[in-house]
């Protein structure tokens, strides 16, 4: 292994939170989802660097945010139209060799831990790609696009939740671009896993903590949540 890098995606406008400003810049415990994320990747001490994903219009907003936080590797990058895109600019923002692996994260979700980051590198260095994953914990079906019934239930304990921080190689991007041409507009995906298509992702167990602010009530939960590491 080279260097570690880690891309936080940073792009959302608060639309979902009903807020004047995106979600990044909400505050929790007295600082901002944002700069939890900074903080606790700046904690891990391994870093190259960290890049920040901006959306263009708030660029200026986020550079005032982290002025304290950011190092001189340290970059803010513009957003692209959809997540995906956005985690493009900011990869290919940086010079790296296939040996390097990256951290993909969304800054929506400020609670992950210190030991989960090195589980996630120990299983990029194998299977080319990680992701933290949380067991689901009530039944699931599956429901038939646009109808109003489901016919197949889903086993429990085969199904896991996505989760942020995820992990990739360097040597796995290659042929990860290949699906990803901007031009394609069926390869937008939403998250590492589901851009890794049918090839093995690792898996890095943890816990009800990591929750998402998407709506007003997720950052009181995300507040009972916090964990200390």
């Not at 923002?93 to 400020?110: G, L, N, Q, T, W």
């Not at 896991?160 to 699906?179: C, H, I, N, R, S």
């Not at 589901?194 to 890095?204: A, H, K, L, P, S």
Request: aromatic share 8%.
């Amino acid at each position: 292994m080279n260097n570690l890098y880690a891309i936080l995606l940073a792009g959302g406008t608060g639309s979902r939170m009903g807020s004047d400003v995106p979600k990044q810049f909400l505050k929790l415990r007295g600082e901002s989802l944002l700069r939890h994320s900074v903080k606790r990747f700046r904690r891990f001490g391994l870093l190259k660097s960290i890049t920040v994903v901006s959306h263009p219009n708030w660029v200026l907003e986020t550079e005032k945010e982290l002025e304290d936080l950011l190092e001189p590797n340290d970059n803010i990058v513009e957003g692209g139209e959809t997540r995906h895109l956005s985690t493009l600019n900011g990869i290919q923002s940086i010079s790296y060799d296939e040996k390097d692996i990256f951290f993909i994260h969304d800054v929506a979700r400020p609670n992950f831990k210190q030991n989960e980051l090195y589980q996630l590198v120990e299983q990029t260095k194998i299977f080319g790609g990680a992701s933290l994953v949380c067991p689901v914990t009530e039944s699931l079906v599956r429901v038939k696009l646009h109808q109003n019934y489901s016919q197949e239930p889903l086993k429990r304990e085969e199904v896991y939740a996505v989760k942020t921080p995820q992990a990739v190689a360097g040597f796995m991007l290659k042929e990860l671009f290949m699906d990803s041409l901007p031009n394609n507009s069926k390869h937008h995906p939403t998250d590492l896993c589901t851009w890794m298509g049918e090839r093995r992702v690792g898996i890095v167990d943890t816990d009800f903590h990591n929750t998402k602010v998407t709506s007003p009530g997720d950052l009181v939960l995300a507040d009972s949540l916090y964990i200390n590491d």
